[in-house]
């Protein structure tokens, strides 16, 4: 089951400004399984850079940019301030997407999903095939690095699909809360898959976690 944190962390880029002076570091969260299980579709060689160099570097550079604005706060220095905030974007974006990321997937995934999900997916998109091919071309287009998401409008309570660049996070971009994320940046793929994006997006199919995914689309129901 997806916990509470891991679904409230996923909504929260920094926190409230007044709480930056006591807040607790960020941390590299644990794989909920081993580097491997996702193989032959995606190697434990990318998993173990994506996860423990990559995800680890932003993590780190977010506690880093957080301390340097909680101490141009206490100046009142409001140029730093402005300054710090496309760090605080791209680095806690990353830390946000790749903690959605990890759970999205799952060594015992793949398939369709089932009950409520299926049926909003069904309503909205015409059916899961036809949701599965937008997904995926609209991941397949991110020009350069970024995400192909699955949301949820909360205003609307539909469901709709949205691609970001970089490492924007899905809500503070957009607004949509964040179902499923598609990493096509190319250190999520290029050891295994070379160039070839669609290769990559048509086998990561077979290891979506359809569980957690339904428990996220749940949560922001209620």
Known sequence: MLSRAALSSSRTLVPALGALGSRQ??????????????????????????????????????????????????????????????????????????????????????????GELLEAIKRDFGSFDKFKEKLTTVSVGVQGSG?????????????????????????????LIPLLGIDVWEHAYYLQYKNVRPDYLKAIWNVINWENVTERYMACKK
């Not at 949820?152 to 971009?173: M, S, V, W, Y």
């Open 25 to 114: 570091k960020h941390s590299l969260p644990d794989l909920p399984y081993d580097y491997g299980a996702l193989e032959p579709h995606i190697n434990a060689q990318i998993m173990q850079l994506h996860h423990s160099k990559h995800h680890a570097t932003y993590v780190n550079n977010l506690n880093v940019l957080e301390e340097r604005y909680r101490e141009a706060l206490e100046k009142g220095d409001v140029t730093t301030q402005v300054a710090l905030q496309p760090g605080l974007k791209f680095n806690g974006g990353g830390h946000i997407n790749h903690s959605i990321f990890w759970t999205n997937l799952s060594p015992k995934g793949g398939g369709e999903p089932k």
């Open 147 to 175: 995400w192909g998401w699955l949301g949820f409008n909360k205003e609307q309570g539909r469901l709709q699909i949205a691609a970001c660049f970089n490492q924007d996070p899905l809500e503070g971009t957009t607004g």
